[in-house]
């Protein structure tokens, strides 16, 4: 498995044939109270063919208007269950809306959306593969599902968030490493990291590499790996690693369950 960071949250995964694509944002400007510091390392029309779209939640910074009306149509953007109508506004054409702890399949990974806990309506995403299973918090604080979710999945790899910001609005350094902890992460990537706010005020010295200091003082024996924008890292895990069991058995493909909400609340609710 390879991880491409493209910047802030948008990270590549790409495992056997199988490409996924989290919270997509290609913006170069920002925000008005939040500047884009480091410009994504692909373009929209750079990614090339994707399997399938992980959206995290609605938030400017994690939903491309443009990559969105530019992906093919037959793409599955899955967001969070009942945002399907703030993820059509956001140009996602058929969003497929997905449950807390449901899973889907989409090419040659199995997809579960996990809790997270934000501003917006959210979930964090695991991404099984046979090569390695891959956790996207999107933006989070660190709370006890976490325990859960380490619980549920022996995760590779973590990519999370690290807030460097005045009003935290995901978990900060203390709460990354208590994440780390609850998760049982092999290997932490920081992400969402390509924004910051345009007063100074509102920047703090927290950082990745504070986090990092921070889980070298606990008796964690988790990596962390610091990615910068356009840098791939393989993931590399034992021969025997395999695709551990999810869900209540059954678990529809994106093919059988159809693109739009009505089908897949159906097969949700069985
Ligand atoms: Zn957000």
Redo the contacts with the bound molecule.
Sequence with gaps: MRITKIGHSTVLIETGGTRLLTDPYFGTFGHIAYARVSPPALARDEIGRLDGVLVS?G?W??TDRRFFRGLEPDTPVLVPSRTSVVMRIKGVRSPVPVETWKSLRVADAVITAVPAS???R?VGWVVQTRDACVYFA??TYHRPFMTEIGRRFQIDVALMPVSTYRIP??MGEKGAVKAARDLRAGTVIPIHLGVQPRSPLLRTSQSPEGFERRLRKTDLRTEVVHLADGEAWKVSTPDDASLTTVGEGFIPSLHQIGHNDSVWREHGRG
């Design positions: 939640h938030h910074d994690h934000h501003l917006a959210t999107g933006d609005l995901t």
